[in-house]
């Protein structure tokens, strides 16, 4: 089973991963971790080596410094190939650490063609249930600090908090949108630990379910 989580940036889509994939393993079932970042990872992403020599930080600039539409064919590698990975894992749960929408709403507000953006994004392999964390793009500010990126910022070089306030709140507003009309499930960032017990009732209920749908 794939659980894509996904998010606005700050929302701790990370950390609430790696707490479910612990969680799982203590409940008895398999579990891994798939991100978009693992292209770092040579030995698991081989066709990704032309990355050597660049690390997060440095892609995270350049990512925003890239022209539309070859920004959103590059994001859309990265989100296909975590997606694929995920797909082709054997675990009884595998998490996709993000996934396409947050790239996907980020480059509809910066002018990248509609149809470019959809054709991508309904290229991604499937998974069985996608996980909005909503955080206010005001309190995303105030867990990030000043460890701010430029791409987060609206491709803003000089990372103007208030330039992410205004990014960020435009963002949500289309991810909001599109959990409503895709029938995501939207999980208020409030607190990691309310986070963490949603997910868990979340996952629960899916691996039962599967579980009894195999036992017939």
Same mark, same amino acid.
């Given at each position: 089973?794939?659980?894509? @989580?996904?998010?606005?940036?700050?929302?701790?889509?990370?950390?609430?991963?790696?707490?479910?994939?612990?969680?799982?393993?203590?409940?008895?079932?398999?579990?891994?971790?798939v991100?978009?970042?693992?292209?770092?990872?040579?030995?698991?992403?081989p066709?990704?080596?032309?990355?050597?020599g660049?690390?997060?930080?440095?892609?995270?600039?350049?990512?925003?410094?890239?022209?539309?539409?070859?920004?959103? @064919?590059?994001?859309?590698?990265?989100?296909?190939?975590?997606?694929?990975?995920?797909l082709? &894992?054997?675990?009884?749960?595998? +998490? @996709?650490?993000?996934?396409?929408?947050?790239?996907?709403?980020?480059?509809?507000?910066?002018?990248?063609?509609?149809?470019? +953006?959809?054709?991508?994004?309904?290229?991604?392999?499937?998974?069985?249930?996608?996980v909005y964390?909503? +955080? $206010?793009?005001?309190?995303? @500010?105030?867990?990030?600090?000043?460890?701010?990126?430029?791409?987060?910022?609206?491709?803003?070089?000089?990372?103007?908090?208030? #330039?992410?306030?205004?990014?960020?709140?435009?963002? &949500?507003?289309?991810?909001?949108?599109?959990?409503?009309?895709?029938?995501?499930t939207?999980?208020?960032?409030?607190? #990691? %630990?309310? +986070? %963490?017990?949603?997910?868990?009732?979340?996952?629960?209920?899916?691996?039962?379910? &599967? $579980?009894?749908?195999? %036992?017939?």
């Open positions: 089973m794939i659980i894509a @989580l996904d998010g606005p940036d700050g929302a701790g889509k990370s950390t609430q991963v790696r707490d479910l994939v612990a969680w799982a393993r203590t409940e008895g079932h398999s579990a891994a971790v991100g978009k970042w693992d292209v770092f990872r040579h030995d698991v992403v066709h990704a080596r032309f990355l050597r660049t690390d997060q930080v440095d892609l995270r600039t350049c990512i925003a410094e890239m022209p539309t539409p070859a920004r959103m @064919l590059f994001l859309g590698w990265m989100n296909a190939t975590a997606a694929t990975r995920a082709e &894992r054997t675990e009884d749960l595998v +998490v @996709l650490d993000g996934y396409w929408a947050k790239h996907a709403a980020a480059e509809l507000l910066a002018d990248c063609p509609p149809d470019l +953006v959809h054709t991508i994004n309904a290229t991604m392999a499937p998974v069985d249930s996608v964390l909503d +955080v $206010t793009p005001e309190e995303a @500010l105030r867990r990030k600090g000043i460890d701010l990126a430029p791409y987060e910022c609206g491709r803003d070089t000089g990372c103007s908090p208030a #330039r992410f306030l205004t990014h960020q709140t435009a963002v &949500r507003r289309v991810l909001l949108d599109w959990a409503r009309t895709r029938g995501w939207v999980i208020p960032s409030d607190s #990691r %630990q309310n +986070v %963490q017990h949603a997910l868990r009732d979340h996952v629960a209920a899916l691996l039962h379910t &599967r $579980t009894a749908v195999r %036992q017939r």
